[in-house]
């Protein structure tokens, strides 16, 4: 499938609005559920390791440093990742699924188009800007610790924004985007599987998605270990 | 001109298309007809390289059409347009786009002249006011003259269609029956047909050829299919109360 994606490719004019197209929907789209889960986690994760470290002999900027690390190494990627599974993923599968049985790849075959390049080169292109849409996450995960400790009194201002520059390491930061270009790979491509292959009617799509998004949050779970245990252990 | 030579499909070692041989003419509604589950859908399929035939081959117009010659198949793609069982219009788009669609991709006409040969063919279907509506928005009858619409705008050589009135009234039916017929004599067009309705077999089987079970067991004309004696077409052609008193009528005359 991967394969076929990348020949016979359509006409620029038509996959340059398809791109535009697919950006819309997977990432503008998502802009909205990603920021409001980020901005939460990022709060919880704050207060949760606030309460753990109820210690005076701790320093007051650990608070910072520790939703920093949660944030950037897992909650940002992985978590929201698993989130884009059940909507990207879900979107995508439905939505090729439909014009799977109501025969519109067919139609899109007969008149001598390459479907996969068409339906799903598209999508893995405009998952290209996935890891903004990580950062994106990270910032306002980062944000959301800091409301919600300086606000609940768990830290100062300064010393939140002193825990989270503490003992930066870049390579965390590779880590980090490399797990997200795999994830957004998977993103597009499982889904889109899931899509193209799948047999039957309006139910099958149902189950489609549904299979498609066990399948990607699983896969998206085994990634991260894996690269943790090559990148980090 | 399309000739197929014993072509042969089988699912899971179920022969689903039965070394069947014909000859679909130019100009002319060839009509495939059989009961639900025949495999006209399937021959149909293998006609257009949508599924791939285990063995026989399939000449359009002379030239074999195979699928690993790749020049040959693109440039026969663009000849071909293909009226599917559900219609099968892109659903994101609207009824002008999807009309604009094979244009988009295969002319190099400028978009005002692709408009211009857009609304020609709605036109040609006798549609009106739903260029901007989209398909879920449309009546099923409307959906296939969009379908046909969309089928024609490359001006094809090969023109298919897989029910083209199922689920439509009767008169509606007779309507696209006929749109198709006149379409298909106007541009000298290879038209084959899948239908399981007696009435479009009266209105235009030019050319008709019977599957039962994935075997093509006769063929020809819509006059002759009336006075033939073969069991199982008559089983096929009276199984409807209406056509029995047609046979009654004709028999007294
Ligand atoms: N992809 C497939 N895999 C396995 N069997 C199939 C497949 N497609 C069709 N068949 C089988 O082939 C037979 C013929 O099906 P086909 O769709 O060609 O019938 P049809 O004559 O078009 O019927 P209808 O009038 O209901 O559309 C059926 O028994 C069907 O189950
Ligand atoms: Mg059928």
Redo the contacts with the bound molecule.
């Keep these: 499938m991967i394969k076929y994606t990348f020949t016979k490719f359509t006409k620029w004019s038509v996959l340059k609005k398809l791109i535009f197209q697919e950006i819309d929907d997977l990432i503008i789209g998502s802009i909205g559920i990603v920021a409001f889960m980020s901005f939460l986690i990022g709060g919880v994760v704050a207060i949760q390791t606030a309460l753990a470290i109820d210690n005076p002999l701790l320093p007051g900027n650990l608070i910072g440093f520790a939703t920093r690390q949660s944030v950037v190494l897992e909650f940002a990627p992985t978590l929201i990742s698993i989130i884009m599974a059940g909507k990207v993923g879900s979107f995508i599968t439905s939505s090729i699924g439909t014009m799977r049985v109501t025969e519109q790849i067919d139609a899109l075959e007969v008149m001598g188009i390459n479907s996969y390049n068409y339906l799903i080169f598209p999508k893995i292109i405009s998952l290209l800007l996935y890891p903004f849409l990580i950062t994106f996450a990270m910032f306002l995960g980062i944000l959301g610790g800091y409301m919600a400790s300086v606000y609940a009194g768990f830290s100062t201002s300064f010393d939140f924004i002193q825990g989270i520059q503490l003992d930066f390491k870049v390579f965390h930061i590779i880590y980090t985007y490399i797990k997200t270009m795999l994830f957004a790979f998977v993103l597009a491509t499982i889904p889109s599987y899931h899509g193209f292959f799948m047999k039957g009617g309006a139910l099958e799509v149902g189950k489609a998605s549904n299979i498609s998004f066990v399948w990607t949050s699983s896969v998206i779970i085994i990634i991260n270990f894996i690269v943790t245990q090559l990148l980090l252990a | 001109m399309i000739t197929i030579n014993k072509i042969s499909k089988s699912?899971?070692n179920i022969k689903?298309i039965d070394k069947i041989s014909a000859v679909f003419e130019k100009g002319k509604t060839n009509l495939i007809i059989?009961?639900?589950?025949?495999?006209?859908?399937?021959?149909m399929k293998c006609l257009l390289g949508l599924l791939d035939i285990d063995s026989g081959e399939i000449l359009y117009d002379g030239k074999k059409f195979d699928k690993d010659n790749i020049s040959i198949i693109s440039n026969l793609r663009k000849q071909i347009g293909m009226v599917f069982?559900g219609s099968a219009l892109f659903d994101s788009m609207t009824v002008l786009n999807n009309i604009l669609f094979p244009l988009r991709m295969f002319s190099d006409k400028t978009d005002s002249k692709m408009i211009t040969r857009a609304k020609e063919v709605i036109k040609r279907v006798d549609l009106r006011d739903v260029d901007n509506k989209f398909p879920s928005e449309i009546s099923g009858g409307m959906q296939k003259r969009v379908a046909i619409a969309r089928a024609i705008v490359l001006n094809p050589r090969y023109l298919f269609c897989d029910?083209p009135n199922s689920g439509l009234d009767p008169k509606t039916a007779i309507i696209i029956d006929k749109l198709i017929k006149e379409i298909t004599v106007e541009y000298n067009i290879t038209t084959v047909i899948?239908t399981?309705d007696m009435n479009s077999v009266m209105e235009i089987g030019d050319k008709i050829i019977f599957?039962v079970e994935g075997k093509k067991i006769w063929e020809g004309t819509n006059q002759q299919i009336l006075n033939t004696d073969d069991k199982m077409i008559n089983d096929f052609v009276y199984s409807s109360e209406l056509f029995k008193k047609v046979k009654l009528t004709q028999q007294k005359n």
């Design positions: 699912f899971d689903t059989g009961q639900s589950g025949s495999g006209k859908t399937v021959l069982q029910e899948n399981h599957l």
